[in-house]
């Protein structure tokens, strides 16, 4: 795959206090190729739509607050032939664009898309055991979290019909679709993602629960039922 341009697509809701940040750093490590930045925002009452109005190449407002919906329509608008899913708390590695060149000009399997492994942004050894076990429910489920920063070819998105219309639980329902289309590799490279929904909620009751949605949802539990006791 060719590459001459980068969509970079962020669903925000309420993240005025991280969203200028984020921008910033985007632009500040990719250096390799352009990048297009779309901000699509779920309904915030803060001041996250001024600052991505002036921060962002495009700000999308979607009628609901899910990422699902959100990443759909921020889709839609890209024009970049890669897509790379984000969330407002995380970072992207130093090197990210080469990383992800790279993976796809892999020789001897046809990559369409991929992520990066999960790591936090504290040193505590609770959020590393965390983030080891996360990192292996990947490897077991063969489905990169939201805060993975996905990363897929914009034809196989297109050709795999996107994500679902859904309140939660769109990675495993999309993944299953782009695996017909070719392999999804996991990069070595780290994302830093933020404790802060572990430290709100409690690092072991998050982790818990976010294990325990998916064993439910593996086991037939629908993601309209999961949303609402994820919520």
Request: hydrophobic content about 40%; some cysteine.
């Amino acid at each position: 795959m060719e590459l001459h341009l980068i969509s970079l697509i962020i669903p925000v809701f309420n993240e005025e206090s991280l969203i200028e940040e984020e921008i910033k750093v985007l632009r500040q490590v990719s250096t390799l190729l352009p990048i297009e930045i779309i901000v699509v925002d779920g309904g915030s009452s803060d001041g996250t739509v001024e600052i991505a109005e002036r921060t962002a190449d495009r700000l999308i407002s979607s009628p609901l607050k899910n990422r699902s919906s959100q990443m759909r329509l921020g889709a839609e608008a890209a024009k970049g032939e890669l897509l790379i899913f984000l969330h407002a708390d995380t970072r992207l590695p130093l090197d990210w664009q080469k990383a992800v060149i790279s993976c796809f000009e892999s020789k001897g399997q046809k990559v369409v898309a991929g992520a990066f492994k999960l790591k936090f942004n504290s040193d505590s050894s609770i959020y590393k055991l965390i983030a080891f076990l996360a990192n292996c429910r990947t490897q077991i489920t063969g489905v990169p979290q939201g805060d993975q920063a996905l990363f897929v070819s914009s034809q196989a998105y297109k050709e795999s019909g996107g994500f679902p219309q859904v309140p939660l639980m769109e990675e495993y329902l999309f993944i299953p679709n782009l695996r017909k289309l070719g392999s999804i590799k996991i990069l070595n490279q780290e994302i830093l993602s933020s404790v802060r929904r572990y430290v709100k909620n409690g690092p072991f009751r998050n982790s818990f629960k976010n294990s325990f949605l998916v064993l439910l949802f593996y086991l037939g539990v629908s993601p309209k039922r999961l949303a609402t006791w994820y919520n």
